[in-house]
Structure formats: structure tokens, C-alpha cells
């Protein structure tokens, strides 16, 4: 993991819960390290806080008790992530396949990617996994634009 720090300016929603509040960005974020902690500055407050990304939505979750806005009211402040941009690798399979096959994985844009790493990491068997590398090389262009 890269040691650069990052900050980034966020916003978004309040959502109350049993445990805490919840503070949902109104962006996914994308290329950061996820499920690790940061701090949050917002309403002159630095709020440890835990990142949460899922499919669609990040959230923050306060890692200690600060007076958050109320529910449903919209946020502003600027996250710090200590960890820096998340590396995305792909796997040597599928790059060896890719290869083999003339075809690019680089029209990917991030979404796409995500989700064919998403795909092949839930592979339960190695015929699976290799169905899927198929499955994802077919659909992709050939290196010169053209599919075959």
C-alpha cells in the first residue's frame, strides 16, 4: 500500500442507526482503500472514522461519539485517508488469458473493472474461475479496437 496520504473533499447525509450515527457519501468512493480507517474534519470536529464501501455507497462510520447533524441533513467536510489510492491488479490468469486471446482488458473504466475482480474472486472451483476468465476475455475489444 502506498504511504502518500490523501485528502479528499466529501459530502453527504446523515443517517441515525442503533449503533451510531452513519455518514453516507453522496459519491461512491472509488480508487481508495476501503473498510480501513481516516479522519473526518467536519463542523470544526477531526472524527476518527471507519470507510465503508460497498456496491454503491460509502459510508463513514464514526469511530468515536462526536454531535452529528441530524438525520437526513446533508454534510460537508474533507476526509483524510492516511492509506492513499488502493492499487487494482489484475490477476495473471486472466492477463495471461487476455493476451493470449489479442484482446485489451484497458477499455475497462473502474466500475467495469471492479466487477470482473468482484466475479473471479467468488469463483468457488478452478473450472469456475476459469469459465469466468472466459466468459470476460470474449467480451473483451481485441488489442486493435476491432472485436474478432
Not at 441530524?70 to 454534510?75: F, M, R, T, V
Not at 482488458?105 to 474461475?129: C, K, M, N, Q
Amino acid at each position: 500500500m502506498p504511504s502518500v496520504a490523501l485528502n479528499l473533499p466529501v459530502e453527504g447525509t446523515v443517517t441515525h442507526g442503533p449503533e451510531g450515527p452513519l455518514l453516507r457519501l453522496s459519491q461512491r468512493l472509488d480508487g481508495h482503500d476501503t473498510f480501513l480507517t481516516g479522519s473526518l474534519d467536519i463542523a470544526d470536529t477531526s472524527v476518527p472514522v471507519r470507510i465503508l464501501t460497498l456496491d454503491s455507497v460509502t459510508v463513514l462510520r464514526p469511530a468515536d461519539s462526536f454531535l452529528a447533524p441530524a438525520d437526513g441533513e446533508h454534510w460537508t467536510g474533507r476526509l483524510h485517508l492516511p492509506h492513499g489510492l488502493r492499487r487494482r491488479s489484475v490477476p495473471p490468469d486472466l492477463n495471461a488469458a487476455a493476451d493470449q486471446a489479442a484482446r485489451s482488458l484497458d477499455g475497462l473504466d473502474e466500475a467495469e473493472l471492479r466487477y470482473v475482480l468482484t466475479f473471479l474472486s467468488e469463483a468457488t472451483t478452478p473450472a469456475i474461475r476459469r469459465a469466468r476468465i472466459e466468459a470476460v476475455v470474449s467480451a473483451l475489444p481485441t488489442t486493435t479496437g476491432r472485436n474478432q
